[in-house]
């Protein structure tokens, strides 16, 4: 593999770890029995052996005896800046514990486990890969775990390679799948443990005990980079509106934090629009009104952050699209009817008030709304241009304002999409050394025989020295959904919080940032230099543990 000076100067790095985890020996502490966030009943009949668990805290301890054990690894889902180090922290961890220990990676996410395809990751392969970003390691895919069937066809490989513990490093859907491999494997006693690691760069895999899934750091230092570039030659040639969405899927967390770093005209928030049940009429207005106060200004220039998944929070088209997501959950054959038809067909199924807000959307938007979901059964949020949708009903609207003789500004605009570009960044010095250290703490989550756990690292606001590491049971962060057409025991996903710090952080300052021009350029992530500068974690982070 050729590599750039960057990365052979970065392999050298050595991520920060815990003070409890650099002597490679733990103590763990149990905490009290857990609940899981909301529908205890049934979470509870839905996982009776992993049900109510203890927190676990490490502390140091003392060196003991470990067997040499065989451990798998899954990369799941969307890729995220930092998951090599995941890997390469549980490589180190279960090598500490005996060397003889050996790490299989399965290839192209779970689904690799079902077909048994698989490498064995040795020493040299995961010095290829330290604090690079990708998950090219292994691959990852959106395979969803789900059925006994692929439950047996995953243990018969475990069992040949003699893998005693799987670690799945996903989201909030493939740590559900996690906690339901491990109820499974559990209630059979099948001899595998199952650990979940926290990843999306949308950040909405957080709770109290989690408190950030890895990526996010990156992945929004990265856009924010971009953006403050964007903002500097907005401010130089003065002459467009730049509409820019970001990747997030349903929660608005990286463009509020986005905003915070770079501080644009306009950010829209998903769960504030939800909330202030605003229109599609409603957001534009929004948009347009501080368009036109800047033109008044003299300012025809501005940028608009749009998070992706906005349309899906406006009440009208959210009830528009779980309509959708039944119908089509029950017609699974409608690809197959003719692409000329498909609009009308839709319409003739929808009720009537939802077959007229469908009509109303331009229709390429609406065409996108029918697309194949994800194997979640999520709306694939990032091929929806919601960018130029803004930006086209906000022009229109701003013409009619001409018209009647309220608005007297030019309005010419660009649009951007920025997702793809920040999930596979080297990761930041803060992700490097909180992925190391998650891996880490799978590894020491194993040696005490756990499973059903997601590996917990917290205070990552303070030195690493400071931070704590342990594990949280799964069912703790679970409850009921309706996915797919049916009720199914689902993380409850951790969306922007109105009355949290980040938001009102934001809030208190969004109007003057509409109107002065104060930008702010963040410029590239470094990773050498002073720590304030190399080793800062999110605004949001900060913000948030600030309380
Ligand atoms: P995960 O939730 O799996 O981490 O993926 C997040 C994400 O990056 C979203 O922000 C985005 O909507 C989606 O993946 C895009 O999916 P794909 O990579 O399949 O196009």
């Known amino acids: 593999m050729t590599k750039s000076a960057l990365q052979i100067a970065r392999a050298a790095y050595k991520p920060k770890l815990p003070k409890a985890l650099k002597g490679g020996a733990v103590k763990a502490e149990m905490g009290q029995p857990t609940e899981s966030v909301a529908d205890q009943e049934m979470i509870k009949k839905l996982f009776p052996n992993t049900y109510g668990m203890p927190?676990?805290?490490?502390?140091?301890?003392?060196?003991?005896?470990?067997?040499?054990?065989?451990?798998?690894?899954?990369?799941?889902?969307?890729?995220?800046?930092?998951?090599?180090?995941?890997?390469?922290?549980?490589?180190?961890?279960?090598?500490?514990?005996?060397?003889?220990?050996?790490?299989?990676?399965?290839?192209?996410?779970?689904g690799g486990l079902v077909e048994h395809q698989y490498m064995e990751l040795t020493s040299e392969i995961i010095d290829e890969y330290r604090n690079t970003g990708g998950f090219d390691i292994i691959g990852s895919g959106r395979t969803k775990l789900e059925k006994e069937e692929q439950f047996e066809k995953g243990l018969e490989i475990l069992k040949e390679l003699?893998?005693?513990?799987?670690?799945?490093?996903?989201?909030?859907?493939?740590?559900?799948?996690?906690?339901?491999?491990?109820?499974?494997?559990?209630?059979?006693?099948?001899?595998?443990?199952?650990?979940?690691?926290?990843?999306?760069?949308?950040?909405?895999?957080?709770?109290?005990?989690?408190?950030?899934?890895?990526?996010?750091?990156?992945?929004?230092k990265v856009y924010s980079e971009v953006i403050g570039n964007i903002q500097r030659d907005c401010n130089s040639a003065r002459k467009y509106w730049h509409f820019i969405k970001l990747m997030g899927r349903s929660a608005s967390h990286i463009a509020l934090e986005c905003a915070l770093q770079t501080q644009p005209n306009v950010c829209l928030v998903s769960e504030e629009i939800e909330a202030k049940k605003m229109s599609l009429d409603d957001v534009v207005t929004y948009i347009a009104q501080i368009v036109a106060n800047r033109a008044a200004a003299g300012h025809n220039f501005g940028t608009v952050l749009i998070p992706e998944g906005v349309i899906e929070f406006i009440p009208a088209i959210r009830d528009l699209i779980a309509e959708l997501n039944e119908l089509l959950a029950k017609n699974k054959d409608f690809a197959m009817i003719k692409k000329s038809a498909q609009r009308e067909w839709i319409i003739s199924k929808l009720s009537e008030v939802n077959a007229r807000i469908y009509e109303s959307l331009p229709e390429g938007v609406a065409k996108q709304l029918t697309l194949d979901r994800d194997p979640h059964g999520n709306v694939q949020v990032s091929q929806i241009e919601t960018e130029k949708l803004l930006s086209d009903m906000v022009g229109k609207k701003l013409a009619g304002w001409k018209e009647e003789g309220k608005y007297v500004g030019k309005f010419a605009t660009q649009h951007h999409f920025f997702g793809y570009e920040g999930r596979c960044a080297a990761p930041s010095n803060y992700d490097a050394d909180y992925c190391y250290s998650l891996g880490f703490t799978a590894s020491m989550l194993i040696a005490e025989g756990k499973t059903g756990y997601m590996s917990s690292v917290r205070n990552t606001t303070a030195p690493a020295d400071e931070w704590i590491a342990g594990g949280v049971p799964i069912t703790m962060m679970m409850n009921m959904e309706?996915?797919?057409?049916?009720?199914?025991?689902?993380?409850?996903?951790?969306?922007?919080?109105?009355?949290?710090?980040?938001?009102?952080?934001?809030?208190?300052?969004?109007?003057?940032?509409?109107?002065?021009?104060?930008?702010?350029?963040?410029?590239?992530?470094?990773?050498?230099?002073?720590?304030?500068?190399?080793?800062?974690?999110?605004?949001?982070?900060?913000?948030?543990?600030?309380?």
């Open 55 to 110: 927190l676990i805290r490490f502390t140091e301890g003392q060196q003991g005896e470990h067997p040499a054990i065989n451990v798998g690894v899954i990369l799941s889902g969307g890729q995220a800046p930092g998951g090599h180090n995941v890997i390469s922290g549980l490589f180190d961890g279960i090598k500490t514990l005996n060397k003889n220990s050996r790490l299989f990676g399965f290839i192209l996410g779970p």
């Open 162 to 220: 003699n893998i005693s513990a799987l670690v799945i490093i996903g989201g909030d859907d493939s740590n559900t799948n996690a906690c339901v491999l491990a109820e499974y494997y559990a209630a059979k006693n099948a001899g595998v443990q199952v650990i979940g690691c926290p990843k999306t760069i949308d950040g909405d895999l957080k709770n109290e005990m989690i408190e950030t899934s890895f990526g996010f750091d990156t992945a929004c």
């Open 482 to 547: 309706r996915r797919n057409g049916e009720m199914k025991p689902v993380i409850q996903k951790a969306l922007v919080k109105l009355d949290g710090a980040p938001f009102k952080a934001f809030a208190a300052q969004r109007d003057r940032w509409a109107i002065e021009t104060d930008y702010v350029y963040p410029g590239p992530i470094q990773y050498f230099g002073p720590t304030e500068v190399c080793d800062r974690p999110t605004k949001t982070l900060q913000l948030e543990n600030a309380k």
